[in-house]
């Protein structure tokens, strides 16, 4: 039987932890930022089983982490954080997802919200003509197969080659929008044939395009450093990835990789992992950054439809349509952290979690601020810009959450909510919107998800985060 001392228990607030004793597996605690709320919902769903199995993983150091979104995935839950010793560490493609760099973009625009309101219903359609949505579908852009390997290599560097993206874009990307590692002859002709018609593309499921009007600004200072508009101001909001091309190379990989090792050791066969160091491991790796690349690319290419649409309905010119940020929340990375006193070279996964640096820990163009960490709500609620704090950096590796976080699953979803209803509450509060299908408006109800006010009041209160601005949708697209 446990000790008292190995129960789990709430160190503060909106801190629940499960100490490294409460399993003889384990290697390490696992961390819960959440309340009472989230810690039952993720006992109930199994999510804070999956974190317990992660804190079982060879070399993790530090803790396991959940955000305030946490919910169940695919070997970690959504919302996780785990970082492995770089010289003898291993990678889980179960700790970044199919998805790969599914990842949220914010555009500011020069509108304000009235005349926003006035022709938003001309604005989303122009959007939705001009952006592809739902599941499978073929962008207006269609990259040569030939052509492909350019941009896996190059990510955005191969956007602002061709027009497509500014140098401004390319310094407002998490890693320029490309990421050197990555190694387009480890990505197969399966996932490069997946890929090739749907850059420019949202794709389906909770991927959407929002067009916000800002509510409120929490930080005056750092709202005007980041570029975005006063409140009563208009952003734009995208949420995609790397479509079915990421989701080959996790297939292509996790297949690989349980038809060479021997699963019988996990906690989970679907936290099957590699050596970062050995052969499979380095492939994975420079996989899934050109995975990474393309989905870069393939926000910037929306990005560039979004400005053509607000420039035919508004007649604003391109350049006026300045980028905040785009940031990545399913992701590998090598970057260093002080663990037990002392700075290590980690691989730090992050599964439906936004890095998060502090002012004192930004390079770039953000450094001395910290940069713009952007997590979006459902449909029907709010939005938020927030930065790191200084303490984040060791208590979560410099992560935070990166949106509301599943209440219900799809399924349950398609249960509770009808068509009817969805309509109305949107129309009710004045949300013009347009789906790729029903059964997506559906699953993706505003309900569907967490309250986004509390999440981003747990992680403030965590000391995970401080708000920036907060906006509310006028218009969506869904995929």
Same mark, same amino acid.
């Given at each position: 039987?446990? +000790?008292?001392?190995?129960?789990?228990?709430?160190?503060?607030?909106?801190?629940?932890?499960?100490?490294?004793?409460?399993?003889?597996?384990?290697?390490?605690?696992?961390?819960? /930022?959440? %309340?009472?709320?989230?810690?039952?919902?993720?006992?109930?769903?199994?999510?804070?089983?999956? *974190?317990?199995?992660?804190?079982? *993983?060879?070399? &993790?150091?530090?803790?396991?982490? #959940?955000?305030?979104?946490?919910?169940?995935?695919?070997?970690?839950?959504?919302?996780?954080?785990?970082?492995? %010793?770089?010289?003898?560490?291993?990678?889980?493609?179960?700790?970044?997802?199919?998805?790969?760099?599914?990842?949220?973009?914010?555009?500011?625009? !020069? *509108? +304000?919200?009235?005349?926003?309101?006035?022709?938003?219903?001309?604005?989303?359609?122009?959007?939705?003509?001009?952006? !592809?949505?739902?599941?499978? +579908?073929?962008?207006? $852009?269609?990259? !040569?197969?030939?052509?492909?390997?350019?941009?896996?290599?190059?990510?955005?560097?191969?956007? #602002?080659?061709?027009?497509?993206?500014?140098?401004?874009?390319?310094?407002?990307?998490?890693?320029?929008?490309?990421?050197?590692?990555? %190694?387009?002859?480890?990505?197969?002709?399966?996932?490069?044939?997946?890929?090739?018609?749907?850059?420019?593309?949202?794709?389906?499921?909770?991927? $959407?395009?929002?067009?916000?009007?800002?509510?409120?600004?929490?930080?005056?200072?750092?709202?005007?450093?980041?570029?975005?508009?006063?409140?009563?101001?208009?952003?734009?909001?995208? =949420?995609?990835?790397?479509?079915?091309?990421? @989701?080959?190379?996790?297939?292509?990989?996790?297949?690989?990789?349980?038809?060479?090792?021997?699963?019988?050791?996990?906690?989970? !066969?679907?936290?099957?992992?590699?050596?970062? =160091?050995?052969?499979?491991?380095?492939? /994975?790796?420079?996989?899934?950054?050109?995975?990474?690349?393309?989905? $870069?690319?393939?926000?910037?290419? &929306?990005? =560039?439809?979004?400005?053509?649409?607000?420039?035919?309905?508004?007649?604003?010119? @391109?350049?006026?349509?300045?980028?905040?940020?785009?940031?990545?929340?399913?992701?590998?990375?090598?970057?260093?952290?002080?663990?037990?006193?002392?700075?290590?070279?980690?691989?730090?996964?992050?599964?439906?979690?936004?890095?998060? $640096?502090?002012?004192?820990?930004t390079e770039g163009m953000f450094q001395g601020t910290g940069h713009p960490v952007i997590i979006p709500g459902d449909m029907g609620s709010a939005s938020y810009v927030i930065t790191g704090t200084p303490g984040n950096m060791t208590l979560s590796f410099g992560s935070s959450c990166h949106g509301a976080g599943r209440r219900l699953s799809r399924? +349950?979803?398609?249960?509770?909510?009808?068509?009817?209803?969805?309509?109305?509450?949107?129309?009710?509060?004045?949300?013009?919107?347009?789906?790729?299908?029903?059964?997506?408006?559906?699953?993706? #109800?505003?309900?569907?998800?967490? %309250?986004?006010?509390?999440?981003?009041?747990?992680?403030?209160?965590?000391?995970?985060?401080?708000?920036?601005?907060?906006?509310?949708?006028?218009?969506?697209?869904?995929?």
């Amino acid at each position: 039987m446990n +000790n008292q001392e190995d129960q789990p228990r709430f160190e503060g607030k909106y801190r629940y932890v499960i100490p490294s004793g409460y399993d003889r597996d384990m290697r390490v605690p696992a961390m819960i /930022y959440g %309340d009472q709320e989230t810690v039952n919902s993720s006992w109930a769903d199994g999510s804070a089983k999956q *974190l317990i199995n992660v804190s079982t *993983l060879p070399s &993790i150091v530090g803790q396991a982490v #959940a955000m305030p979104d946490i919910h169940g995935g695919y070997g970690f839950p959504i919302g996780g954080v785990a970082a492995f %010793d770089y010289d003898t560490g291993i990678v889980s493609p179960g700790g970044v997802g199919y998805d790969i760099n599914c990842g949220v973009t914010l555009l500011s625009v !020069p *509108l +304000n919200e009235s005349e926003a309101r006035n022709r938003i219903q001309d604005l989303v359609d122009e959007v939705f003509q001009n952006v !592809p949505s739902g599941l499978g +579908n073929r962008g207006k $852009f269609e990259v !040569p197969i030939r052509e492909m390997s350019l941009v896996l290599d190059h990510g955005m560097e191969w956007a #602002a080659e061709r027009g497509i993206a500014t140098e401004d874009d390319l310094k407002r990307t998490e890693e320029n929008g490309s990421i050197g590692s990555a %190694d387009s002859a480890k990505v197969s002709n399966a996932a490069r044939q997946r890929g090739k018609s749907q850059l420019g593309t949202l794709g389906a499921g909770n991927h $959407f395009l929002e067009v916000q009007a800002v509510d409120e600004i929490f930080e005056q200072r750092l709202s005007k450093i980041y570029g975005l508009p006063e409140k009563g101001g208009v952003t734009v909001m995208i =949420h995609t990835g790397s479509r079915g091309l990421g @989701h080959q190379v996790a297939t292509d990989y996790i297949k690989k990789l349980s038809s060479r090792k021997n699963t019988g050791g996990l906690r989970d !066969p679907q936290l099957i992992y590699a050596e970062i =160091h050995s052969q499979e491991g380095g492939d /994975y790796l420079a996989a899934m950054s050109a995975a990474a690349n393309f989905a $870069f690319v393939n926000r910037a290419l &929306i990005v =560039h439809k979004v400005r053509q649409s607000i420039s035919r309905v508004f007649g604003i010119d @391109h350049e006026e349509c300045k980028l905040v940020y785009s940031i990545s929340h399913n992701i590998a990375k090598v970057e260093e952290h002080f663990v037990d006193g002392r700075r290590r070279k980690l691989m730090v996964h992050r599964k439906g979690a936004t890095k998060a $640096f502090s002012a004192d820990s930004t390079e770039g163009m953000f450094q001395g601020t910290g940069h713009p960490v952007i997590i979006p709500g459902d449909m029907g609620s709010a939005s938020y810009v927030i930065t790191g704090t200084p303490g984040n950096m060791t208590l979560s590796f410099g992560s935070s959450c990166h949106g509301a976080g599943r209440r219900l699953s799809r399924h +349950n979803s398609a249960r509770t909510f009808r068509e009817s209803e969805v309509l109305k509450r949107l129309e009710e509060d004045g949300i013009y919107s347009r789906f790729s299908t029903k059964k997506v408006m559906i699953e993706e #109800a505003p309900g569907s998800y967490k %309250d986004i006010d509390k999440v981003i009041e747990i992680a403030t209160g965590s000391r995970l985060g401080t708000p920036v601005a907060r906006m509310k949708p006028m218009g969506v697209v869904k995929g």
